[in-house]
């Protein structure tokens, strides 16, 4: 958004002939532009961690940068004009249709992973084992007392998956038919609505049996297992005769997709060295799990928690903007 | 109306039920007889009658797809592109934007990004609580003046201000523009009827085509960041101003037409002289309904880049911090009513004036004006030196915690079997058969019935109309969505006009009732509705139940707030024949006032279902599988086409309804002797 220029010269002279100085944060290398780099903020606290990080750690290495407010869908068409300049978290999973769209078109590059793994499979609270005991085995989940264990008075005697929203993907419809889980997919709108429906099950120990991710605070809030489905081959969701059912595809888990960052394709020439420190920037599950903890479950701030982190870690941070 | 026609008209309810076997009951019974058949026995025959074939599907997605890049990356005028000139427009948005912002939230900046630097900080929010009190005081005295200053206060406490400030200044900005725009658009459509013609549909299409189905053109065209925000905001929250203006216009009595003439107005200022000064209480629900919408837009244009309290609403919510997302939610309802009752008050008194004020001395004359400038004057040099005075301080901040949570928690664990037993017995025994009778029908019989029904209210046109939109929802591939969608809103408009037209009867018979009703109204149409979605899934689980309270929720305001207008309205002349000629307080009711309120309950209804329509992208949040799902996949799809299409088809459903009860109306109007 270009600011009205002029006027904000104008009254910087004034406030300089006032007498009020200031100084500019100059650490910058040379020739970069003074322009600011936006990075895109969704609504996940996770997503909120990892961008300001990156933030502050080219804030310290003298860029100027401006977080934007941004749907994670809706940002492409931004991130594709250069309005926005940097995505710092598109699931594997969730974001890459959108991503692939944008990097055919030239305008968006994919600047590598985050070093976060995607998790996404089928969750359980603990307090089911007891009513369903062969968990966390996907068999178990075939018997029919299980099943019902899981239904609800719509899908009775089925029981009842609450599968992410449908614009997740996931194959879970093409996965209970291949296993032959008596099991109906309901499908949540959203991922708040996913683990709205959680917490009241949670609350009641109600039987519910749904589609959770990590990184995220749910599983660190909840006591639950993953279950265990035969393990992905990319095979398994081509060809048929791969994995457990020799008609079907989709017959197993689901991949573990590495979270990507994105970056308007512009980036590499007007921020040379920023560029190469998004490229650099890297972080795991285990650190990030407890950083969106900490937020979410403990009341501290992004801002307290990334400040946090950034003292603990500054030689890896240092590394990345040399 | 004369007296005499009121008592005639009253006679005509006691006129026995006729059971003639006219021409028309034959072809509607023929007509109803063939369509059984054909739903019954027709599968075998006649295929296609029930699944559009595929081979004749429009392949409308891929055009509208193209068209929108060659707009996007084409379109010319000579001199300049069509992307240059929407970015030159976003460009003359944003001055005043930045302004706006700069004065309540950012202070004035100099630079960009973190290398800005503030030159001046921005209004301190002692400073604003006192501005928009004394404009309160200005417009309705001291009453007004402690309402807006406890609606800011609300924010202050609860420490939302920031946010709210966001918000407020990109409202600042849409909401004179949608009211200026609505109301020229309004008047061009009662001078001149080419213009209404034209407009009707593209006002039900700006209304009703979900936002979600244009919001990637309008990042592409306008750039990402608030101005597109303000730019979907206006798109959406127009139309009911440029509607109410049209028919408040059109109510404006002859004999004031009649005066303007006679004094020889000439046509502007018969315009702006004589007939918008004397549709003003029509025109203050529009900007009524301006407000609210723009408010209502607050979460959707915080995901595009507006920040504000709709990013609060979705990221307290995200972690089901529910208590967190109703402060938020409430601060938008604070911001509404505040700026709904200055709004109010201030045309209240534009109204009233006439004799110039001729005091001597600049300080007599405005001692509020002198007031503000004291006030933002010493709360800015305070604040250099009590920081408490420049921003609310953290310590006294309020928060509710996590008492709705719990307050949730005890709900949840306590009743949430009768609630499911209630549930269940609604879903299974009306919901999912309504649902299921729907997408049995066969679409060719539907649209042929459709085309019946506009021919016998409204004649070939309304027929051709009908029947061809229809049509063009089952030649895209869109039949079932189109019917669960049906399903949802036709459910949740018939719940919600039981409950809102007898609602909005009652506030208007009794007047002490009428405001608790409005303050509840306007906080359901500006509440964002995430903010009861994510309890309501906890109470319901996801699926249509959820999304149908939503719906009835967000959509019940307009059936009570035109039924109060429309009963207000009329013509106390005529209530005070009645009495005369010695009905009961029912008898007046149901035989003068209701009959007369039709055309603006009517309107009402038309509205709710206009509202339910747009109520779809949210609903699409708690999985249902409609229309309003479709747009939502092609939005995360980035797929331009696929979406517009989607929202078309809604936009379709919503004037075919539209169409058939206007038509409906006018000819019970015409039976009524209402026509004027």
Redesign the interface.
């Known amino acids: 958004?270009?600011?009205?220029r002029r006027i904000?010269?104008a009254?910087?002279l004034?406030?300089l002939a006032l007498g009020?100085t200031?100084a500019?944060?100059v650490l910058r290398a040379d020739a970069e532009s003074?322009?600011?780099?936006?990075l895109t903020l969704h609504?996940?606290?996770g997503q909120l961690i990892t961008t300001t990080i990156m933030g502050e750690v080219l804030?310290k290495a003298g860029y100027?940068?401006?977080y934007?407010?941004?749907?994670y869908?809706?940002?492409?068409?931004?991130l594709?004009?250069g309005?926005?300049h940097v995505a710092m978290e598109i699931w594997e999973t969730t974001g890459r249709?959108?991503m692939d769209?944008?990097t055919a078109t030239g305008q968006v590059e994919n600047l590598g992973e985050t070093g976060m793994l995607a998790i996404e499979e089928w969750w359980y609270p603990a307090y089911m084992k007891d009513k369903c005991p062969g968990l966390p085995n996907w068999e178990a989940l075939k018997d029919e007392a299980c099943a019902e264990a899981f239904s609800?008075?719509?899908t009775a005697p089925k029981g009842r998956y609450?599968g992410g929203?449908?614009?997740w993907g996931g194959y879970d419809d093409e996965r209970v038919t291949a296993l032959d889980l008596p099991f109906e997919v309901?499908?949540?709108?959203?991922?708040?609505?996913?683990?709205?429906?959680l917490?009241?099950a949670y609350?009641?120990e109600?039987p519910i049996i749904l589609w959770i991710y990590a990184p995220h605070?749910a599983p660190a809030k909840y006591q639950g297992e993953w279950v265990e489905f035969p393990p992905y081959s990319a095979e398994c969701y081509a060809d048929p005769a791969a994995s457990v059912n020799p008609d079907e595809t989709y017959d197993c888990a689901k991949p573990r997709g590495p979270i990507w960052k994105v970056a308007f394709a512009g980036v590499k020439d007007k921020w040379p060295g920023a560029y190469q420190a998004i490229k650099a920037f890297t972080v795991d599950n285990d650190e990030m799990g407890a950083m969106v903890s900490a937020v979410?479950l403990d009341g501290k701030t992004v801002d307290e928690v990334v400040a946090d982190w950034l003292a603990k870690n500054e030689e890896r941070w240092s590394g990345w903007i040399d | 109306m004369s007296a005499p026609a009121a008592t005639a008209m009253i006679g005509q309810g006691a006129r026995p039920w006729t059971s003639a076997l006219t021409p028309m009951r034959l072809i509607w019974a023929a007509a109803l007889l063939a369509f059984v058949l054909l739903w019954q026995f027709g599968e075998p025959i006649a295929e296609w009658a029930f699944k559009y074939p595929s081979a004749l599907r429009l392949p409308l997605k891929t055009w509208i797809g193209g068209g929108m890049d060659w707009l996007v990356e084409e379109a010319h005028f000579g001199l300049f592109s069509f992307t240059e000139l929407t970015r030159f427009v976003a460009?003359v948005i944003?001055?005043p934007y930045?302004l706006a912002l700069g004065l309540l939230s950012s202070g004035?900046?100099?630079?960009?990004?973190?290398?800005a630097?503030q030159?001046?900080p921005p209004l301190a929010w002692v400073a604003v609580i006192g501005l928009v009190a004394l404009m309160g005081f200005h417009a309705g005295g001291w009453r007004l003046a402690l309402l807006v200053a406890t609606c800011f206060g609300f924010i202050a406490v609860f420490g939302q201000w920031h946010n709210a400030m966001i918000t407020l200044a990109s409202i600042l900005i849409a909401v004179p523009l949608g009211v200026a725009g609505g109301l020229l658009l309004g008047i061009a459509a009662f001078r001149w009827r080419t213009v209404d013609q034209a407009l009707t549909p593209l006002l039900d299409l700006m209304q009703t085509v979900p936002v979600f189905a244009y919001?990637?053109p309008i990042?592409?065209l306008f750039?990402?960041?608030?101005?597109a925000a303000v730019v979907a905001t206006i798109i959406y929250a127009m139309p009911p101003m440029a509607r109410i203006t049209t028919l408040a216009l059109r109510g404006v009595s002859t004999e004031i037409q009649d005066l303007g003439r006679m004094v020889g107005c000439s046509g502007a200022q018969m315009t702006w002289r004589v007939m918008v000064p004397s549709a003003r209480p029509g025109l203050m629900v529009g900007v009524n309904q301006v407000i609210m919408l723009s408010l209502n837009m607050v979460i959707i244009a915080?995901?595009?880049?507006?920040?504000g309290l709709g990013?609060e609403v979705?990221?307290a919510?995200?972690?089901?911090d529910i208590g967190a997302g109703l402060e938020a939610g409430l601060a938008i309802v604070a911001l509404a009513i505040a700026l709904d009752r200055l709004s109010q008050a201030f045309s209240q008194q534009v109204r009233n004036h006439g004799e110039n004020d001729r005091r001597p001395g600049l300080f007599r004359r405005h001692p509020l004006v002198l007031a503000a400038f004291a006030l933002v004057l010493a709360t800015a040099l305070g604040g250099l030196f009590v920081g408490g005075l420049q921003t609310y301080p953290e310590n006294l901040k309020v928060s509710t915690g996590t008492f709705w949570s719990e307050l949730l928690?005890w709900i949840?664990?306590n009743f949430?079997d009768q609630i499911?037993a209630v549930k269940?017995l609604l879903?299974?025994n009306i919901l999912v058969p309504f649902k299921r009778l729907l997408l049995d029908l066969p679409w060719a019989g539907v649209v042929a019935l459709l085309a019946l029904a506009g021919w016998t209210l409204g004649g070939w046109r309304l027929a051709l109309l009908v029947g061809s939109l229809a049509c063009l929802i089952a030649a895209t591939g869109q039949w079932d969505k189109a019917m669960v969608t049906v399903y949802l809103c036709g459910v949740s408009v018939a719940i919600a006009c039981m409950l809102g037209i007898p609602i909005g009867i009652l506030a208007a018979e009794r007047e002490g009732l009428r405001p608790t009703v409005l303050a509840v109204i306007d906080t359901l149409q500006t509440l964002p509705s995430?903010v009861y979605?994510?309890?309501a899934?906890?109470?319901f689980?996801?699926?249509d139940f959820t999304a149908m309270i939503a719906v009835v929720a967000y959509a019940i305001a307009p059936a009570i707030r035109y039924t109060i207008h429309g009963l207000a309205e009329v013509d106390p002349r005529l209530v005070e024949a009645g009495t005369a000629s010695g009905c009961t307080r029912l008898q007046l009711l149901a035989k003068i006032k209701l009959k007369l309120a039709l055309p603006e309950i009517m309107l009402g209804i038309n509205q709710t279902i206009m509202l339910a329509l747009s109520m779809l992208v949210i609903?699409?949040?708690?999985?249902?599988?409609d229309l309003g799902?479709e747009v939502?996949?092609a939005?995360?799809?980035?797929d331009v086409g696929r979406g517009l299409v989607a929202g078309l088809a809604v936009a379709f459903i919503g004037i075919i309804a539209d169409r058939l009860i206007g038509a409906g109306a006018s000819r019970m109007r015409a039976r009524l002797g209402l026509l004027r």
Do not use: C
């Open positions: 958004m270009p600011r009205p904000s010269t009254l910087t004034a406030a009020i200031f500019p944060g003074e322009d600011p780099i936006k609504d996940w606290t804030k100027n940068i401006e934007v407010q941004a749907d869908i809706a940002q492409f068409a931004g594709k004009t309005d926005l249709d959108a769209e944008a609800t008075a719509e609450l929203p449908v614009t309901v499908h949540a709108g959203t991922d708040a609505a996913l683990f709205a429906e917490e009241s609350q009641r109600a605070w979410d | 460009a944003d001055l930045r004035l900046l100099s630079g960009q990004g973190s290398d630097v030159i001046l919001l990637v990042l592409v750039g990402f960041g608030p101005t915080s995901m595009i880049g507006a920040g990013f979705l990221a919510l995200r972690r089901l928690r949840n664990v949430f499911e269940n879903l299974l995430f979605l994510m309890p899934v906890m109470l689980r996801v699926g609903t699409a949040l708690v999985g249902t599988r799902q939502y996949v939005l995360t799809k980035a």
